[in-house]
Structure formats: structure tokens, C-alpha cells
């Protein structure tokens, strides 16, 4: 049992400690420097380690130290928590943190001043789930690999593969658009890129690739507003202008 300090809680430590299954027993304080090892323990699901006050966290000790059962069953908990809470979940943590700077920079983009937000945290996945997600990493790595190799049959039949079980795919989308529009069918290409874009507006790149297959599809007004969007999104994309004007010159 780690017996955590006060009024200055152990960080790093208290991390290292819950990582490798050793229970931290804190007492919370009032100051930031003193509620460390307590927000470790609310992420990891352990609440019951944080005490309120002096006199709490010597008679949890205590209890601790006389009853090696109910020690045990602690141990148990923070085991099956570290593999299913998000204190260790560094690419939940970052897909949070990226959802966040997305938020920022919306709001930035609609002219909003600077304010407090906060962005839901995704839901804890199942051990199970976390397999599924491996699995479907290690599938886009090979169907990227074979794409760049320039093998896209192979490649586009493990997108739609993951596509049956991950619709919402956005790589997936995104590389069956680029593939359809690069073997010839700007049909099956506008499909794919329209998905990608319902997943994720503010992906320029789904924007100008849809408006060059509109192009080819001789649907120029809506290839003008496809470019108009990838430009709204991101105003130094080059290619997008270059065809955007190229596209308003021929019109004329």
C-alpha cells in the first residue's frame, strides 16, 4: 500500500505507482499540489483510496494494514481498472485533446471570443473493443501500404472491409473516394468522398478531390462550391484556387 503525503501529494510517483497494481491511499487537500494523486485516482475509478481528512485517511490505513482480504480485493479492482479506465489511455487522451483543439479552433473561426468549454470525454472501451480497434489499425496500415504500392484493388477491399464493421471510417472514406476517382468510376468517387465529408467537414482535402470528380462528372457549379468549402476551411490551399479559378475561367 503506498501511503501518499500532505500537503503535497506524490505526481509522477502516484502514477507510477497505480500503474504497476500498487494501491495509493490519499488525503485530499485544498490546494492543487494536495488533489494530485486524488484526480489520478477519480480517472482510474478508485475514489474509495481518497480520504477527507487526517483522521479518515490514518483509519483507512489502519484498516489496510488489519484486514489483508479487503487489501487484496483493492489490488483486484485497480488491476481490471488500468486496462479499462482512461488514466493510461494515452490515445483516448489524445483523441480528447484533439477534439478540444478542433473545438478552439472552430470557435476562433466563427469570430468567438476566448471562454471556458468542455469536451465530452468518449466513452471507456471494453478490453474486448480495444481488440477490435487494434485490429482495425493494423488493417489501415496495410491498406495504406498497398495503396502507396499503388496495388488499389487489394487496398480498396480492405477499406470496404473495415467499412462492414467501422462505416463511420473516415480514412477509410477518404482512400475508397482517392482510389474510385483514380481507377475511373468519379460516380462511386463522389459517394465516398460525400460519406467523408459528413463524417468530418473540416477535412479540406475531402472537399477539393469532390470538386475536381464533380468536375468530371460536368457538374461545374457544384464543383465551384466543393472548392469554395476547402477554401473556406483552409484559405492558403493553392490547388483548391488554382482549380477553383481555372473552373470559374472556363464558365465564363
Known sequence: LFL??????????????????????????????????????????????????????QELAVRFAHDRSLLEGIKRKLVKNRDSYPLFDAKRHCRNLEAAFITMWERQQRGEEPASFSVAAEDMTTLEQKTDIHEREQQLKLALALQEQGDLPQAAAIFRQILETCPADIVSLYSLGVISMNTGNPEASLHYFDRAAEQNPRFPQTWFNRGIVLQALQRPQEAMASYNRALEIDPAYTQAKERRDALATTNI
Open 4 to 57: 501518499d503525503t500532505t500537503p503535497y501529494n506524490a505526481h509522477s510517483t502516484a502514477s507510477d505507482a497505480l500503474l504497476v497494481g500498487l494501491p495509493v491511499l490519499t488525503c485530499q487537500g485544498n490546494a492543487f499540489p494536495g488533489r494530485v494523486a486524488g484526480s489520478l485516482l477519480h480517472t482510474i475509478g478508485m475514489p474509495e483510496l481518497i480520504a477527507g481528512s487526517l483522521q479518515e485517511y
